[in-house]
């Protein structure tokens, strides 16, 4: 029962921080809101028992790619000073679209809901055992897309350098 | 009332069309990148949910999300990198002005 509201707590403060990200004219804030979200979505997954992703959902999206859009934002604002206030477009038609698309996947899984089974012991995976487990898939029977996924951060980080550095040595 | 995957999935949807709304809506890129990051984790949640509620849980739900994860982060690093880049060259960031290979 704790667990219930906990969970309904977490999902009000997750829809309400994300709802602030797309909305709040300062996109400043929309940062830090964003920052709120990510850290509720850490804690949702703490409550499901993945323990280490928690971890590195605050390591990388809150450590590393929050702090490298509120370092874009002051770099492209503080040169010129121009304002940081958000424009809007297209509001009402894409608040109809998210609004009708939200409807149609709600109703479908509520209509399944008898189908998706009950809820599983809170001891069936997680905890430190996780992790492991994690670490025996990664270097086991997924380790072709785990060289991957290093392969595609390397190029990307090179990308953003070559991206960054070429155009100024260019133009100034 | 306990709960169940359907729980998870809704929240998971609801944050999902949060993050399509602002990602039409926004018209700084930076704004649509911070959007688009709310999808992101609508779409971890929903695979680390499955893998939870699964008949024999395993892990390997949460190894999907470790992929959307990192690919995520390139997806950020090269984004950001090209905001950057445009805003030196033409002192823009909203999207829609940026119309270099428009005419």
């Known amino acids: 029962m704790a667990e219930t509201i906990l969970f309904y707590v977490l999902a009000g403060l997750l829809l309400l921080s994300a709802g602030l990200v797309v909305t709040v004219r300062n996109i400043f804030h929309a940062a830090l809101y964003l920052a709120l979200a990510l850290f509720v979505v850490a804690a949702l997954y703490v409550m499901l028992g993945a323990y280490f992703l928690a971890a590195v959902q605050v390591l990388i999206y809150i450590g590393a790619v929050v702090i490298l859009a509120i370092f874009v934002i002051n770099l492209t604002r503080t040169v010129t000073g121009a304002p940081v206030t958000l424009t809007r477009r297209w509001v009402i038609p894409a608040a109809l679209v998210s609004a009708l698309t939200a409807s149609l996947i709600v109703v479908a899984l509520l209509k399944s809901a008898g189908t998706t089974g009950a809820a599983v012991p809170a001891a069936a995976v997680g905890g430190e055992g996780a992790a492991a487990a994690l670490g025996r898939h990664l270097l086991g029977d997924f380790v072709l897309p785990f060289e991957l996924v290093s392969v595609l951060l390397l190029s990307a980080l090179i990308a953003a350098v070559v991206i960054v550095n070429k155009d100024g040595e260019e133009d100034r | 009332m306990t709960l169940t995957l359907t729980h998870y999935l809704v929240l998971a949807a609801l944050l999902f069309c949060l993050g399509v709304y602002g990602a039409i809506t926004r018209k700084n ?42 690919a995520a982060a390139a997806e950020s690093i090269l984004g950001l990198a090209i905001i950057l880049a445009i805003y030196r060259r033409r002192v823009v960031v909203n999207a829609d002005e940026m119309d270099l290979m428009k005419n």
């Open chain 2, 29 to 70: 890129a930076i704004g649509i990148l911070m959007a688009l990051e709310l999808v992101f984790n609508a779409v971890n949640l929903t695979l680390v949910a499955a893998g939870r509620f699964r008949p024999q849980p395993d892990a390997v739900g949460q190894l999907f999300a470790l992929f959307v994860i990192a």
